[in-house]
């Protein structure tokens, strides 16, 4: 099966600036996350999707960062301004099954610099 | 916190020998699973293990779960240069998600 599709690879915005990341999760997979890698950490839940619907966004930061997943298939994730912190890497994973007891199937990551 | 850390943060083995790394957390778990991120890349899931789980293998890897200890190990036997590469734990208790640790840095000499 075709893994997680993410674009773009890489990205390189200034500060205050807005900045968009696509997801295309693996078919028929109903739940879908995105998370933040900083360099030297390991990633953090930001956003968790089953179908259409919000799960868990308890750790976005609202102000600046929105996600939508229309339609219950691919999703995208935005960031409006941006600011210096925020440059790290954007993993979207996709599960076929919510909840903590299945792996999930990460997608390549999008880097995000923020100058 | 339910975040598990894992210890060593780097290790650097020759290729051939093997590589244990382990994982602590703090609260009950319901289950705890181990990933592998190539630099650039995206994570890729290893192994998952129950809580009423001891130990699974899968090829190479063998994983360790000690709940009395709030421990686990994942140890690579015959290590080879292509598993040089940063490996995390993620612990989930209750209905809540996985939450991944700072990871491990492995490098596997030639």
């Known amino acids: 099966e075709a893994g997680v599709a993410q674009s773009p690879r890489y990205k390189i915005i200034e500060k205050r600036q807005s900045v968009a990341f696509w997801c295309n999760p693996i078919s028929g997979h109903a739940t879908l996350y995105w998370y933040q890698q900083i360099l030297g950490q390991g990633p953090k839940l930001l956003i968790q999707f089953q179908n259409n619907g919000v799960v868990d966004d308890s750790q976005l930061p609202k102000d600046r960062f929105s996600a939508e997943r229309l339609k219950g298939v691919d999703s995208t994730l935005k960031i409006q301004p941006a600011k210096l912190e925020d440059s790290a890497v954007y993993l979207c994973?996709?599960?076929?099954?919510?909840?903590?007891?299945?792996?999930?199937?990460f997608g390549s990551g999008t880097r995000l610099t923020v100058v | 916190s339910q975040q598990g850390e894992e210890d060593p943060q780097a290790l650097s083995i020759q290729e051939g020998e093997n590589a244990t790394m382990n994982c602590s957390y703090k609260t009950s778990i319901n289950n705890l699973q181990w990933y592998r991120q190539n630099s650039g890349r995206g994570l890729v899931h290893l192994i998952l293990?129950?809580?009423?789980?001891r130990e699974k293998h899968s090829g190479r890897l063998r994983v360790t779960l000690d709940t009395s200890k709030k421990s686990s190990s994942l140890l690579i036997t015959a290590s080879r240069a292509a598993d040089t590469a940063s490996y995390f734990c993620a612990t989930a208790a209750g209905g809540q998600n996985f939450v991944f640790g700072p990871g491990t840095r492995l490098s596997v000499l030639p």
């Open positions: 994973a996709s599960g076929r099954l919510s909840g903590p007891n299945y792996g999930y199937t």
């Open positions: 293990i129950r809580s009423n789980e």
